[in-house]
């Protein structure tokens, strides 16, 4: 009997919303050729078959929160050829990244009745903060066809082609006017990864950074811009520590306006 040549795709969860994994249920006709493409191994969220690694490509959305995360983040390492992050939870923390900069006992009082059941991390981390990745797609969620792109790139032995520039230059694509030069209203998009479609600017809303930073980005020029337009630094700290609280360039801009 012929065997199976196809690669295995595997899809794996840890701390998130699972808002990356229906992303990628949401291609609809391009998931149908993903799927004719490679053999789905491991996905819970569309399918309970299973089929044993090793795997050739795993997406894996969600942050490290437990002990228990941590360990089985290494078991599905040495069982990728490739991982790839997909998600600002995998790739910088995620919402719950925002415990790393107070006291986790604090939060889990206002929320369980009985702590004493709940274990956990101190802090809330990214993928890349415990295994090797061979590529981070950011996003809050992801955007669909940038995660077509990359796993075209894969199967296809290149480089995956998404876009490096910021929030700015789709606005500008889409015609759409600077809300702070319009409006002075406070804007993460100059130094935010495009891929959202500039969604929020074209809503007269400042963007809010949910896919993290790009590269080269100059938070320090921005920061002096949101000072001028009034923007406190406890609302500036807001800003940087939101979706993406462990990227290193978000955090470390944000650390820089803490008041000691």
Same mark, same amino acid.
């Given at each position: 009997?012929?065997?199976?040549?196809?690669?295995?795709?595997?899809?794996?969860?840890?701390?998130?919303?699972?808002?990356?994994?229906?992303?990628?249920?949401?291609?609809?006709?391009?998931?149908?050729?993903?799927?004719?493409?490679?053999?789905? #191994?491991?996905?819970?969220?569309?399918?309970?078959? %299973?089929?044993?690694?090793?795997?050739?490509?795993?997406?894996?959305?969600?942050?490290?929160?437990?002990?228990?995360?941590?360990?089985?983040?290494?078991?599905?390492?040495?069982?990728?050829?490739?991982?790839?992050?997909?998600?600002?939870? #995998?790739?910088?923390?995620?919402?719950?990244? %925002?415990?790393?900069?107070?006291?986790?006992?604090? !939060?889990?009082?206002? =929320?369980?009745?009985?702590?004493?059941? +709940?274990?956990? %991390?101190?802090?809330?981390?990214?993928?890349?903060?415990?295994?090797?990745?061979?590529?981070? %797609?950011?996003? *809050?969620? +992801?955007?669909?066809?940038?995660?077509?792109?990359?796993?075209?790139?894969?199967?296809?032995?290149?480089?995956?082609?998404?876009?490096?520039?910021?929030?700015?230059?789709?606005?500008?694509?889409?015609?759409?006017? *600077?809300?702070? =030069? #319009?409006?002075?209203?406070?804007?993460?998009?100059?130094?935010?990864?495009?891929?959202?479609?500039?969604?929020?600017?074209?809503?007269?809303?400042?963007?809010?950074? *949910? !896919?993290?930073?790009?590269?080269?980005?100059?938070?320090?020029s921005l920061s002096e811009?949101?000072?001028?337009?009034?923007?406190?630094?406890?609302?500036?700290?807001?800003?940087?520590?939101?979706f993406n609280a462990c990227?290193?360039?978000?955090?470390?801009?944000?650390?820089?306006?803490?008041?000691?």
């Amino acid at each position: 009997m012929p065997t199976n040549t196809k690669p295995k795709l595997a899809v794996w969860k840890f701390a998130s919303c699972d808002g990356c994994q229906l992303s990628l249920l949401d291609c609809e006709d391009e998931l149908l050729a993903v799927a004719g493409a490679v053999e789905i #191994a491991n996905f819970p969220e569309a399918t309970r078959a %299973l089929t044993k690694g090793p795997y050739d490509l795993s997406l894996v959305e969600g942050s490290i929160t437990t002990s228990h995360d941590a360990e089985r983040i290494q078991k599905v390492r040495k069982m990728s050829k490739y991982l790839i992050t997909i998600g600002a939870c #995998a790739t910088a923390g995620g919402i719950q990244a %925002l415990r790393n900069f107070a006291d986790v006992t604090d !939060f889990t009082n206002y =929320v369980y009745a009985s702590q004493q059941y +709940i274990e956990t %991390l101190h802090k809330s981390t990214p993928i890349g903060y415990h295994v090797s990745v061979d590529f981070e %797609l950011r996003g *809050c969620p +992801i955007n669909k066809m940038q995660l077509v792109e990359v796993l075209s790139a894969f199967l296809n032995g290149r480089k995956p082609n998404t876009p490096a520039y910021g929030v700015c230059v789709e606005c500008k694509l889409k015609g759409t006017p *600077c809300v702070m =030069v #319009a409006q002075g209203a406070p804007c993460m998009g100059p130094v935010t990864h495009a891929g959202c479609g500039a969604i929020c600017p074209a809503f007269d809303r400042g963007c809010y950074g *949910c !896919f993290g930073p790009k590269e080269t980005a100059n938070t320090i020029s921005l920061s002096e811009q949101f000072h001028k337009s009034g923007v406190t630094d406890e609302q500036l700290i807001r800003a940087y520590r939101s979706f993406n609280a462990c990227s290193d360039t978000f955090r470390k801009e944000g650390d820089a306006h803490e008041r000691q």
